[in-house]
């Protein structure tokens, strides 16, 4: 990986026993050391940054919350997400009395949440009431595998409710973005983003 906004951790490619994704989950539930958990820091500074370029828009009058959307692609995905949850807005001059952006929506493509075990007090206490979410992900993605996938859904249907989240896994598809998902996610934002 030439350029990373964080350093991720990598995941295993590799398909592995049940047992063995089990005591993976369970090693993640326990991960909050520096070197073993996500760079939940550089991801923070990251998704500061995006709220903070969103602020300025509404700010400005140029554009309303209820038509922004802010989606990406792997990293970016999980950047978006954080964007959604609520996250990271102690940076960038941004005061917890701003922390809730009600934006349209939240797309996540091939993406991951990362965790630490103080992450989900923060995102319970930030989370937006109304932004909807978008995620998807590819059945044969190796980068990204499907436990992987699996629990970030599962995580953010936990948090905000499932009945905001949409998407789903596309059979044969690795970690790209094929035209069928593009396609879903542009029925999706007429949904979400008004006329």
């Given at each position: 990986?030439?350029?990373?906004?964080?350093?991720?951790?990598?995941?295993s490619?590799?398909?592995?026993?049940?047992?063995?994704?089990?005591?993976?989950?369970?090693?993640?539930?326990?991960?909050?050391?520096?070197?073993?958990?996500?760079?939940?820091?550089?991801?923070?500074?990251?998704?500061?940054?995006?709220?903070?370029?969103?602020?300025?828009?509404?700010?400005?009058?140029?554009?309303?919350?209820?038509?922004?959307?802010?989606?990406?692609?792997?990293?970016?995905?999980?950047?978006?997400?954080?964007?959604?949850?609520?996250?990271?807005?102690?940076?960038?001059?941004?005061?917890?009395?701003?922390?809730?952006?009600?934006?349209?929506?939240?797309?996540?493509?091939?993406?991951?949440?990362?965790?630490?075990?103080?992450?989900?007090?923060?995102?319970?206490?930030?989370?937006?009431?109304?932004?909807?979410?978008?995620?998807?992900?590819?059945?044969?993605?190796?980068?990204?595998?499907?436990?992987?996938?699996?629990?970030?859904r599962?995580?953010?249907?936990?948090?905000?409710?499932?009945?905001?989240?949409?998407?789903g896994?596309?059979?044969?598809?690795?970690?790209?973005?094929?035209?069928?998902?593009?396609?879903?996610?542009?029925?999706?934002?007429?949904?979400?983003?008004?006329?």
């Amino acid at each position: 990986m030439a350029r990373a906004w964080y350093t991720p951790r990598p995941f295993s490619a590799l398909p592995m026993p049940k047992r063995m994704n089990e005591e993976r989950r369970e090693e993640d539930k326990d991960a909050d050391t520096e070197e073993e958990a996500d760079d939940i820091e550089g991801w923070k500074r990251s998704i500061s940054y995006i709220r903070t370029l969103i602020r300025v828009e509404i700010s400005s009058g140029r554009v309303q919350p209820d038509r922004v959307v802010v989606a990406g692609f792997s990293q970016g995905a999980a950047v978006s997400l954080g964007v959604g949850l609520g996250i990271g807005t102690s940076d960038f001059r941004t005061t917890e009395a701003e922390s809730d952006l009600s934006i349209a929506g939240i797309g996540a493509l091939s993406g991951f949440l990362p965790w630490s075990k103080t992450l989900e007090k923060e995102i319970s206490s930030r989370r937006s009431t109304e932004t909807q979410f978008w995620l998807a992900h590819g059945s044969r993605d190796m980068l990204v595998p499907g436990w992987v996938a699996r629990r970030t859904r599962e995580r953010v249907e936990g948090l905000i409710g499932e009945t905001r989240v949409r998407g789903g896994r596309y059979e044969g598809v690795g970690h790209a973005v094929t035209g069928r998902m593009i396609g879903d996610f542009c029925r999706w934002l007429e949904g979400v983003i008004p006329e």
